[in-house]
């Protein structure tokens, strides 16, 4: 036996068999293998110490037992929270997840980015792929393996989806917000070709139509700069909705800096409810989703053999906290 890595080759010599049934055995095939040799295989491997070629594996199979989440900023605990979901699922069928983050959401160079990662993913023939980054208004859609894709949200027709209702939950925060007494209000929104973005600005709206608009970029850093533009205009609304808890975050710094004290001064809300915003001072209102469930869903989804009938969306909660106290 050789001192180096056991080969396919010592396998199907040991075992006394050729190299196409070894290779058949131990990587799959359409082509079954008499169970007496493939076990004579089998112990082959098991006592030279050979471990399979998992791209081996994949041309033989069509597949692999590998699945893909393709996130945008891995920074942000929206897409961690999702990710924990994809993972459970693929923990409980065997299957490894493999992460791709395209960044931060920078335009057009983020939509290439994406169709750049699935064209990568193809040539890895993943058991199935689940997109979770946010959907661009008109944006071509991923091609080739449609039917084991699922993406969380919406804006992707013709793609297994799990809908969230973003629309419903921003309309159900204003309306808590004016239960609380609250009437002048501004949104820190996101870009605004992104379809989250704008079912939760245009829910909010639909509530409270006279609320001014504020795009930044889709993240903490975004939502500072927004809050701080608005205060530099002297703007200074008696309520805040930030589209994700991020952003709401990156506001209730910005207001500080100003000398302005969140919650008292200006209140805050935000979308998503990620972990740590009830660890935040003050604890931050927020539009609750049930991400880790949502990605388990998604990847359910992608990994169905038939076609699976579209779910009602995903229902919102709004968590009224300290943020935004009644007037």
Not at 45 to 62: D, I
Not at 108 to 125: F, K, N
Not at 151 to 180: I, K, M, Q, T, Y
């Amino acid at each position: 036996m050789s001192e180096n890595v056991p080969t396919l080759s010592e396998v199907a010599a040991h075992a006394g068999v050729s190299l196409a049934t070894a290779s058949r055995a131990l990587n799959g095939s359409s082509r079954r293998v008499n169970p007496e040799l493939q076990e004579r295989v089998l112990a082959s491997a098991r006592a030279l110490g050979y471990s399979a070629n998992v791209q081996a594996q994949a041309v033989a199979r069509g597949t692999t037992n590998v699945v893909a989440l393709v996130v945008g900023d891995i920074a942000d605990p929206y897409f961690a929270s999702i990710a924990s979901g994809v993972v459970r699922v693929a923990d409980e069928r065997g299957l490894i997840v493999t992460i791709t983050a395209t960044g931060p959401y920078a335009g057009a160079e983020s939509v290439d980015r994406e169709q750049a990662a699935m064209t990568a993913l193809r040539g890895q023939r993943p058991r199935a792929v689940v997109l979770a980054g946010s959907r661009v208004v008109g944006a071509e859609l991923p091609e080739g393996g449609r039917e084991r894709i699922a993406v969380v949200g919406s804006g992707a027709p013709g793609l297994r989806s799990v809908a969230v209702d973003n629309h419903g939950g921003a309309a159900e925060l204003a309306r808590s917000l004016r239960g609380l007494g609250y009437s002048d209000f501004a949104v820190l929104a996101g870009p605004e070709e992104l379809v989250t973005v704008r079912d939760r600005v245009d829910g909010f709206r639909s509530v409270v139509p006279d609320a001014r608009i504020q795009h930044a970029e889709f993240s903490r850093a975004g939502g500072h700069r927004a809050m701080s533009e608005l205060l530099a205009a002297g703007d200074r609304p008696e309520c805040v909705f930030a589209v994700s808890d991020v952003m709401a975050i990156g506001a209730m710094a910005a207001l500080r800096e100003a000398g302005i004290a969140p919650g008292v001064g200006v209140a805050v809300a935000g979308f998503d409810d990620i972990p740590l915003v009830a660890d935040v001072t003050p604890a931050l209102t927020s539009v609750a989703l049930p991400l880790a469930d949502i990605g388990a869903r998604a990847l359910e989804l992608a990994l169905a053999d038939e076609p699976v009938a579209a779910d009602r969306p995903v229902a919102a909660e709004v968590r009224l906290r300290a943020s935004t106290p009644r007037r």
